[in-house]
C-alpha cells in the first residue's frame, strides 16, 4: 500500500506494511458494519498495538487493498469445478449476456408507481430472462459467452442510509446486505447455466448506483469461480471495458462517463492493436434504461463503430413514475459471428404486473386484504 508523504521512521512504516497481513483492513470493515456507518465516509483511524499507536489516513488506499483481506477469505470456500473439455466448433458464435440495471434492492409499489418491484421480483426477472435467452440462442454455434456483470445491480451503496455511490436517496426494500446476497446467488446461478454450453468471459461494468458495493459483488464472484478452468475474467475497476472476438472489437461500459459521440474515438484511441485488428465494432451501453442506438463512420458494407444502450428489466420506482419514464422492460442478449458482427439481437420482455381498478385508479395491495381500491369497492 502507498503511503504518501510519509514521516515515520523505518521501524513505523515496515508495521503499516504489515497492516493489511494482520487483518487491519479487515477489522476497519467489521468495525464499520457494526456501527452502521458507510466505509467510504472513514477517512481516519488509529492503529493500536505494543510498540506504537499509529494515526493513520485513508485518502490513499484503494478498494483492492480495502477488501483484499475478504476476498481472500471467499476463496478459501469457494468451490472445485471440474475443466470442462469441447470439441472445436465450425462456423463459431458468441453469446453476450447481458442484463441490465437491475437495481436489486428497489422498491416499487403499485399504488404509487403502477408496478411492483422488491429484492424478491428483481432476481426472480433475471432467473426468467437468463433461462428464455438461453434457449434463444440454442439455434447457433456458440463456442464463447460473455456475461456482463454490474451496471447498478444494486441499487445502493451504503449501509446506513439507503443512497446510492453519490448520496441520492432511494426507495429500498429491505436491508443492503440481503440485496447483496440475493445478487450473488443470482449471479452464480445464471453462471452456472452456462458453462455446460461454453466457456464464459465475465466482464464488471462500474456504475453509478453502486460503485463500491457493486466492485465487491464482482470481487465475489471472481472468488467464487477462481478455481474454474472455464471461466476469465476482467472485473478491474476501469469504467470502459474492452474484448476481441474474431473480428469483433466489443467496448462495454455503463454509460454515466464519457459523452457518447466520443467513445468510439476512445475506443481507437484507447485500443488501437485492437481496433486495427478489427471489421466489426461494438459499443454496449447502459444507465439510460431504455433503447437507443448510434452508427458512426457508416460507410459501404461496413460501419466503423455501433453504439448501443440497453433496456432495464426493473421497474418504474415512485420517482421515475413521477416524470413519466415508462419504457419496455427487457433483458437482452446478442450473438456476434467470428467473422461477420453482430447477427440477433434475443430480448426477454417483462410483463408488467400493473394492477388497476375498473374505476381508473391504481390497487394497493393489503397483505391481510389483498388487492383493493382505496375508491371504491371495484
Known sequence: MSVPRLRLSEDEYALIKQLRKKGVASELVNQCDEAGLPLSNVKHFWYKSEKFSIFSKTDGLQLEDVFDP??????????????????????????????????????????????????????????????????????????????VIGNDCLHIDSSSSP????????????????????????????????????????????????????????????AYFRKSKNITFDVSIAHRKYTAYGKNLLSFSHG??????????????????????????????????????????????????????LRSPSASDAWHAKKGYRSPKAVEAFIHSYDNGQVARLTHYVDTDQKVCKCGVNLYHNHTQGWICERCDG
Request: positive net charge; hydrophobic residues 40%; charged residues 25%.
Open 163 to 222: 443512497v446510492t455511490t453519490g448520496g441520492t436517496s432511494q426507495d429500498m426494500d429491505g436491508k443492503w446486505h440481503d440485496a447483496f446476497l440475493a445478487a450473488r446467488d443470482m449471479y452464480i446461478r445464471a453462471i452456472e447455466k452456462c458453462l455446460p454450453l461454453a466457456d464464459v468471459e465475465i466482464i464488471f461494468a462500474p456504475s453509478n448506483h453502486d460503485f463500491m458495493s457493486g466492485f465487491m459483488l464482482a470481487q465475489t464472484i471472481k
Open 256 to 309: 454515466d462517463g464519457a459523452k457518447l459521440a466520443d467513445t468510439p474515438l476512445l475506443m481507437a484511441t484507447e485500443r488501437p492493436g485492437m481496433w486495427s485488428n478489427s471489421v466489426h465494432r461494438y459499443i454496449y451501453l447502459h444507465h439510460i434504461h431504455h433503447k437507443q442506438t448510434a452508427k458512426f463512420m457508416a460507410g459501404q458494407d461496413f460501419i466503423g463503430v455501433t453504439a448501443e444502450y
Open 70 to 147: 475478504i476476498i481472500k477469505d471467499v476463496q478459501r470456500y469457494s468451490p472445485k469445478f471440474r475443466k470442462i473439455k469441447r470439441s472445436k466448433i465450425k462456423n463459431p458464435h458468441c453469446l453476450i449476456l447481458d442484463p441490465s440495471d437491475i437495481h436489486v434492492g428497489k422498491l416499487a409499489v403499485n399504488h404509487e408507481a403502477g408496478e411492483t418491484y422488491n429484492v424478491k421480483k428483481a432476481v426472480g426477472i433475471v432467473d426468467s430472462g437468463i433461462d428464455s435467452l438461453l434457449q434463444k440462442a440454442a439455434g447457433f454455434p456458440i463456442d464463447k459467452i460473455i456475461f
